[in-house]
């Protein structure tokens, strides 16, 4: 499929976490909407390779490496997407760590690693983006947070408390900078076949077990997050704002 502008043409998008997984679905899908797409990542490298996978099919797109953990890398990374693209209109905060253990067993350390990525780093982005939403009239700003949230689902404690900071953070995000007709909402994927879910040691149990939870019985896949995150990044969406919704073939219905 050749990209041949929609929706969002003339937008530029920053997908956090750029370099794989869900992000792939959702560059792809906002770049055929129009968007030119900066995939920030950790890893250039796993940057590069979603950037050329959008790029192959005619879009506008970068990878840029970035620690969103920290301020001056953010920062950094927000000044080359607006040279290079020429502004920022779209923030999609997807970036996140998501280590497996009992509560008892986390270290200080990985709290500390946890909560600086999956939950400052949304911060820190959103901050640097501001300026450039405000000066342009109109911004949204897409924020992952996870179904773990509503289940408190086991060994994932320091993951799930972050996702619970999310949900929070975008609702009042959302009352500060509504009145700068900036659009702040959340997402709350279920289980979705990425590298991420290697963590669990028994995949086709894992995979049959996450199928009889879900009302729909096919896995998700990240073409499907990514068609919610354009909508949400549209005008369509411009009269919903501190939500999150959740898609995850009907396992939450909350």
């Avoid at 509504?178 to 894992?206: C, L, M, R, S, W």
């Amino acid at each position: 499929m050749v990209f041949v502008g929609g929706p969002l043409e003339g937008r530029v998008a920053i997908v956090t976490g750029g370099g794989g997984g869900l992000a792939e679905g959702i560059c792809a899908r906002l770049a055929s909407d129009g968007a030119a797409i900066a995939a920030v990542d950790v890893s250039r490298e796993k940057a590069e390779r979603v950037a050329d996978q959008v790029r192959a099919n005619g879009a506008s797109v970068v990878a840029v490496e970035a620690d969103v953990s920290d301020r001056r890398s953010v920062g950094a990374m927000t000044d080359e997407v607006a040279s290079r693209l020429g502004g920022v209109n779209i923030l999609v905060n997807n970036a996140a760590v998501y280590p497996r253990r009992a509560w008892t067993e986390i270290e200080e350390a990985e709290w500390d690693r946890v909560m600086a990525v999956n939950l400052k780093g949304y911060f820190l982005c959103a901050r640097a983006v501001y300026p450039h939403m405000k000066e342009r009239g109109r911004g949204s700003i897409v924020n992952v947070a996870s179904i773990t949230f509503f289940i408190g689902w086991t060994l994932l404690l320091d993951y799930v408390a972050s996702k619970g900071g999310i949900v929070g953070f975008t609702r009042t995000l959302a009352r500060e900078i509504g009145p700068d007709n900036i659009n702040v909402n959340a997402i709350a994927p279920g289980a979705f076949p990425t590298d991420a879910e290697k963590i669990h040691p028994d995949q086709e149990g894992y995979n049959r077990w996450v199928l009889e939870q879900q009302s729909i019985k096919r896995r998700g896949t990240p073409e499907d997050i990514g068609n919610l995150v354009a909508f949400l990044a549209s005008d369509s969406s411009s009269f919903i704002t501190g939500q999150t919704i959740g898609i995850d073939g009907g396992w939450m219905m909350r």
